[in-house]
């Protein structure tokens, strides 16, 4: 074989294979390799990281897909699962704003900021929020409390849906929830963030995914990108339940194929993608197969990426600014195809310390839907492009004036962009909504040695709920492969 191939001088045959390299398939990977196994991570994309990741272009730009902001848990579970050197790069973003019709408000983003503005600046009493505060912490995934986030924000705050809006909106962002979801969905990911606020990778996500991969290689993993898992490969076993036995891989470059015989796998991939695509016709019981296909995947992104001319510098606009001209919130206009909900990230010089010259980029995030984006004429979709391009400068203009002048590149990805560099299905986000949780879970007892681990059931994705579920896999993984 070439020795240029991807798949040049892979071994036969590991004890785990690992097929995608988000951040639940490094660190399930990271975790097994730590625990004594011979891994080996399979992706499709020259790149690792999947979502987790960055591009460059021309004139030293570096963008960011989904390094926005993430809750303090990310400290520990870097530091548990990765390195200390990891975890401790993750400083906190302390200037959040949200600028809409109903309020203008700046905050750190944590309990006792989100206190203050919602006693002092929303009259709402003091006992309501320590009671609507204390009510999420003592939320429990085991409860199976039936009640919607809608019924949550009505009980403590009736009626104040300016209210509702403050709490939903940056949730929306950072899980793709909505207000008709179970409520746990949504006070699971609100307590993370309130306990400390928000955080970023201080480096950039190139930086973290360069340790990561270092690491990686440190404990042991075969790493093999231009990878794509074909198939996972079973045989009957006991029971005649399903077994894996291995996995058919393609190299993306010179479409070689090869199968490496594995006592498990840990899917990365899309739960349904899983399920439905990598796995033969026929495997999985026609329940299960029917339950999963009707699992809903989460919505998608839109987002438009704006570098800065070297020597420009921006004013202090704020580090995350949720901006939206709709009236009242809706989750509706939140994914409409011409929502005015635009969030811009601003990175300024010091979330690349380590670069000689000091740099700026600004990532405005739009959510949006797959079918809106897929059923567009290709020239309709660059016509959309260039219509959200426009719109993010237009929203901008108000705080930075002389935004069009600063910036030397501009560029657009769409929910197609997202599905074909990671494959995910309707290019979601988030994963699934919550009935995908089940799914994921009990995948290793339909077929034998085949875990998942990745963005699902809404709590278990964003970079920490996915980093997390990598470490649950990996661990009843690890304790079968014993
Ligand atoms: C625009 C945007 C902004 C976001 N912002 C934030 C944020 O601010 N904070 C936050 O916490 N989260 C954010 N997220 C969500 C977060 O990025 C994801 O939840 C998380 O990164 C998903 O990780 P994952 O491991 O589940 O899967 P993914 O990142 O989807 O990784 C799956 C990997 O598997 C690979 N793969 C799939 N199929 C195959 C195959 N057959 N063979 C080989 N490889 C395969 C893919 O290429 C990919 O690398 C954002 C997401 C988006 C899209």
Known sequence: MNTQNPLHGLAGRFDAVVIGSGLAGMTGANYLAKAGHSVLLLEHHYQLGGLATFFKRPGGHIFDISLHGFPHGMIKSCRKYWTKDIADSIRQLKDIRFINPEFNIRTTFDRADFTRILTDEFRVPAERVRAFFEHLARMNYYDRDTRTTRELFEEFFPGRTDVHRLLLEPIAYANGSTLDEPAITYGIVFSNFMS????????????????????????????????????????????GVPVVRGVRVRDTRFGETAEIACRAVLSNANVRNTVEELLEPGTVPADFLAETEAVRVNTSSCQVYMGIREGETLP?????????????????????????????????????????????AIVTSINQKFSNWEKLSPEAYEAEKRRIIEESFAGLEKYVPNIRAKTDWVEAATPLTVRRYVRSRDGTSFGTKFEGLKISSELPEKVRGLYHAGSVGIIMSGWLGTINYGVIAANKMALALA
């Open 196 to 239: 400390r606020g928000v955080y970023i990778f201080s480096g950039g996500t190139d930086l973290l995914i360069r340790k990561m991969t270092d690491e990686l290689k440190k404990n042991g993993v075969e790493i093999r990108r231009c990878c794509l898992a074909e198939k996972i490969l079973t045989e009957t076993g006991p029971g």
């Open 316 to 360: 202090r606009i704020g580090d995350l600014v949720f901006t939206s001209d709709a009236p009242k919130f809706s989750s509706e206009e939140l994914v409409d195809l011409h929502t005015t909900s635009r969030t811009y990230s601003v990175y300024y010089p010091e979330t690349r310390p380590q670069r000689t010259t000091p740099r700026y």
